[in-house]
């Protein structure tokens, strides 16, 4: 059997240095491995490196440590013999009203109907009066969908589909966008394999392909805005996820030269009015196609989503989407409402 995940991975990603929220970790950590000693998961593994790995995901989110216990003793009321009781009594009232939340929310299921399925999203999200709760059931499905793979065969369908027709419309409507992009494309080769390869097939080689222009380009960029005197900022690349690709391709006639946005260039700033000026910059440097300048800055998208977005021609001949933001917007698209959890 493989061996356990020491809790100093999940006390890595707090935080906070507070001794005492440390100490809440290791406890809750302890507390979960003896009630779940002798569980393994379908990987071999034993189960609380389950509860280990979300415990260090809702931490790396920017979940506190209540939260975070909460993740490593989510399991206990359901699979083990702790008692309801036992588990308010050794952590208290928030934490264990985190993970009943969590307990009660397990049966969620997919059904097939469309209208079935509003209804469930509905009971979902009404279900959880702490977001926290939310978040945690959230994460423990992605870490499940991390290691679906090793799930018999004919449970793996069900678990994706209800991930793509139940989970990720909850992480759109709370802004969620790195956890939207994993679900999504864990849950996509299960649910549509044909598609999947499809797309597989057609992108395989741009990213490789491309790869030098694209990091000459951000190269020169950079260069351009530190000539301009914009100081603090910094550049990433991101692709498109397969499905939001798969969704684009559909309303595209499957047509990559009609897809804008699958390679794009973020630029992070410290002000909004640096955004503007760094859209400036970049419109100077490259041609920008028609048509293709976004401000979703002064109109968010409806989930809360900001940024500039504009498409230009590189002298590479990449069409690459530029996105432009600063800190906070960039924190907010990645982790939407997690980043604003009051505690
Ligand atoms: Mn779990």
Redesign the pocket.
């Known amino acids: 059997m493989a061996e356990s995940i020491k809790v100093d991975k999940i006390l890595e990603k707090l935080s906070t240095t507070n001794s005492a929220d440390k100490e809440l970790v290791i406890r809750a950590f302890e507390f979960a491995k003896k009630a779940h000693e002798g569980q393994v998961r379908y990987s071999g593994e034993p189960y609380v490196n389950?509860?280990a790995h979300?415990a260090r995901m809702l931490a790396e989110i920017g979940m506190e440590a209540h939260t975070v216990a909460a993740g490593l003793l989510?399991?206990t009321i359901e699979?083990t013999n702790v008692t309801s009781e036992e588990l308010q009594k050794e952590f208290g009232d928030e934490i264990f009203f985190l993970v009943q939340g969590?307990t009660k929310l397990g049966s969620v299921r997919y059904y097939g109907s469309d209208r079935h399925n509003e209804s469930l999203r509905k009971l979902f999200v009404a279900t959880s009066q702490d977001i926290r709760v939310l978040i945690i059931k959230l994460i423990?499905r992605l870490?499940?969908m991390q290691t679906l793979q090793y799930v018999p065969k004919e449970k793996q369908l069900r678990i994706a589909r209800e991930t793509l027709e139940i989970y990720v419309p909850v992480t759109h409507r709370l802004g969620m966008g790195r956890i939207r992009k994993e679900l999504e494309d864990l849950a996509f080769p299960y649910v549509y394999p044909d598609e999947y390869t499809k797309v597989f097939n057609l992108t395989r080689h741009i990213i490789k392909k491309s790869e030098e222009d694209l990091e000459k380009s951000r190269k020169s960029l950079q260069k351009k805005l530190a000539e301009s005197g914009i100081l603090n900022f910094h550049t990433s690349f991101r692709s498109k996820g397969t499905y939001s690709l798969y969704q684009k391709l559909k309303r595209r006639e499957w047509d990559m030269d009609k897809v804008y946005d699958f390679l794009a260039i973020r630029i992070v700033v410290s002000s909004i009015e640096e955004c503007y000026r760094v859209l400036g910059i970049v419109h100077e440097h490259w041609r920008p196609l028609p048509k293709r300048v976004k401000d979703y800055i002064a109109f968010p998208k409806p989930n809360g989503y900001q940024s500039l977005h504009t498409t230009v021609i590189t002298p590479h001949r990449n069409i690459l989407e530029i996105q432009i933001r600063t800190e906070a917007m960039h924190r907010d698209a990645e982790y939407g409402i997690a980043s604003h959890v009051m505690y």
Do not use: K, P
Request: glycine share 0%; proline share 0%; no cysteine.
């Open positions: 389950h509860l979300v989510h399991d699979d969590v423990d870490h499940n």
